[in-house]
């Protein structure tokens, strides 16, 4: 159907142009109510849609976000993150351009080119681990939001991370709170500390032994691990209970190191939570299935998302600091009081 026109609405309505103009941009003007109906009834009657070209040549905007990514959209732990720009994005009335580009440095640069050509209105660059990265020199003057990231450049744009800090004080304390004195962690490795490799989890380790330091606590052992997969929980279980020493609870960095460790204790006959309790981070779907369902704290992936976009909006995304998203504990029945 050929897209009607404002003089075909004004017509339609019997009243002027710029009276329609006026109506359908909801702009203050001294027009009755009853002008206003019949315009918006004359636009739905000739199914009228707004010229988005004439309208980034008035408002000198496309109504278009771009999202660079790496690998959100492949990777169902992030997933979450794009749904959250997404809903942020229709609310604002934006539509999204998303670029997945891997590891490859050229098809990132030529994705942001490409993205500068049709004049999105800004960019978040989006990442499922929250590493630092380096956000290219051709996007300066535009509004750039870095989401689950960090910049290399200090300060250059605003970033928003998850509250890892206050999320290990808050997981520790869950453990420490509940009683137990003597607590092994699993998978709490300095080499994670690298802002390439992750810009958040040294906070987590910190907020951890903050909270281990405020209850004049350490941990009875730490078993390191980079690669955090139920290997690394199984492992490390069977050689604290083979060796000790003997702990009444377990933190561990994610909830795939949980799983591994349940299945150590479960394999040896032992009951959980009653023989050792467990905590840990990500809330992972299976969090839920395990037995007994983890005690855990959630990664905030849509709000995280959500927030980027609503940063973007905000007169051009104009601070530059870090902006810290709650993470929400999720308690359920692998923690015992003692």
């Given at each position: 159907m050929k897209r009607a026109t404002i003089a075909q609405v004004a017509q339609r309505a019997g009243v002027s142009p710029t009276a329609v103009s006026l109506v359908l941009n909801d702009r203050p003007a001294r027009l009755s109510q009853e002008v206003r109906d019949r315009v918006i009834e004359a636009a739905a009657a000739l199914n009228y849609r707004p010229n988005p070209a004439a309208r980034s040549l008035r408002t000198n905007t496309t109504g278009i976000y771009g999202v660079i990514s790496r690998d959100v959209t492949v990777t169902r732990y992030a997933s979450a993150m794009l749904r959250g720009i997404l809903d942020a994005a229709d609310q604002a009335?934006?539509?999204?351009?998303?670029?997945?580009?891997?590891?490859?440095?050229?098809?990132?640069?030529?994705?942001?080119?490409?993205?500068?050509?049709?004049?999105?209105?800004?960019?978040?660059?989006a990442e499922m681990g929250a590493k630092m990265i380096t956000v290219p020199e051709i996007v300066r003057g535009l509004p750039v939001v870095v989401c689950n990231a960090v910049p290399d450049r200090e300060g250059s744009f605003p970033a928003v991370l998850p509250a890892e800090y206050e999320a290990g004080r808050r997981v520790a304390n869950v453990l420490i709170e509940a009683g137990h004195r003597n607590i092994a962690i699993i998978g709490m490795d300095d080499e994670l500390r690298e802002p390439r490799i992750s810009a958040t989890i040294c906070h987590r380790f910190d907020g951890i032994l903050d909270a281990f330091e405020e209850a004049g606590l350490r941990p009875v052992k730490i078993f390191p691990g980079t690669l955090w997969d139920p290997d690394l929980g199984y492992e490390a279980m069977g050689e604290l209970l083979d060796n000790g020493p003997e702990c009444t609870a377990i933190l561990a960095l994610n909830d795939r190191i949980s799983l591994g460790a349940i299945q150590q204790c479960l394999g040896r006959g032992m009951h959980l939570p009653d023989d050792l309790s467990i905590a840990s981070f990500d809330d992972d779907e299976i969090a839920l299935y395990v037995h007994p369902a983890l005690t855990t704290i959630a990664i905030p992936y849509w709000e995280i998302g959500q927030t980027a976009t609503r940063l973007l909006g905000e007169e051009g995304a104009g601070d530059r600091d870090i902006h810290l998203v709650d993470m929400p504990l999720r308690m359920r029945e692998s923690v015992r009081r003692i």
């Open positions: 009335e934006k539509i999204v351009f998303l670029a997945e580009v891997g590891d490859s440095a050229s098809r990132a640069e030529n994705s942001v080119r490409e993205m500068l050509n049709r004049n999105v209105d800004g960019l978040i660059f």
